[in-house]
């Protein structure tokens, strides 16, 4: 059974918005749109694990949460990801690549909600973040 589709007037910001998250996050201007549809309808929340993970965030002493906020993925994952997003680009990728894409894209995303947080709770606390958040 094949997905509903629907086709959506949208106004020129909500669409390059759309467009610089697409891009900023490796995906489709298609997949970002329904995601964050499907977030905004479904009030979709962080998996238990995530939550727990900032919520423990809050029990860091401020250089932990400094070192926290200059986390990156992992070399071997970027490089996965260039070369599955460019392999996307050009071909259908296998049922196994879309998994290990998702997976990849995930991670990724888990590692920049917990620096956005630490930048948070280190801002929270009085310390400057401005450079921080500059270079992000």
């Known amino acids: ?3 509903p589709m629907v086709t959506l007037t949208l106004t020129q910001a909500v669409y390059d918005e759309l467009q610089r998250r697409a891009h900023r996050r490796q995906r489709q201007l298609e997949d970002e749109a ?9 009030g979709e929340l962080p998996p238990d694990d995530l939550t727990a993970a900032i919520t423990a965030l ?4 401020d250089d932990t949460l400094q070192r926290v906020s200059q ?8 490089i996965l ?10 071909q259908e990728l296998t049922d196994d ?10 991670r990724h995303d888990r590692v920049m909600v917990l620096r956005a947080e630490a930048l ?3 801002h929270t606390r009085g310390i400057d973040v ?4 500059v270079r992000a």
């Open 34 to 42: 329904a995601l964050t549809l499907a977030a905004a309808v479904g």
């Open 71 to 78: 986390s990156q993925p992992t070399v071997e994952d970027g």
């Open 81 to 90: 990801l260039d070369v599955l997003v460019d392999k996307r680009r050009r």
């Open 1 to 3: 059974m094949t997905e």
């Open 58 to 61: 809050a029990t860091l002493d």
């Open 130 to 133: 401005r450079e921080r958040v």
């Open 120 to 122: 948070v709770l280190l």
């Open 97 to 106: 690549e879309k998994l290990l894409l998702a997976e990849l894209i995930d």
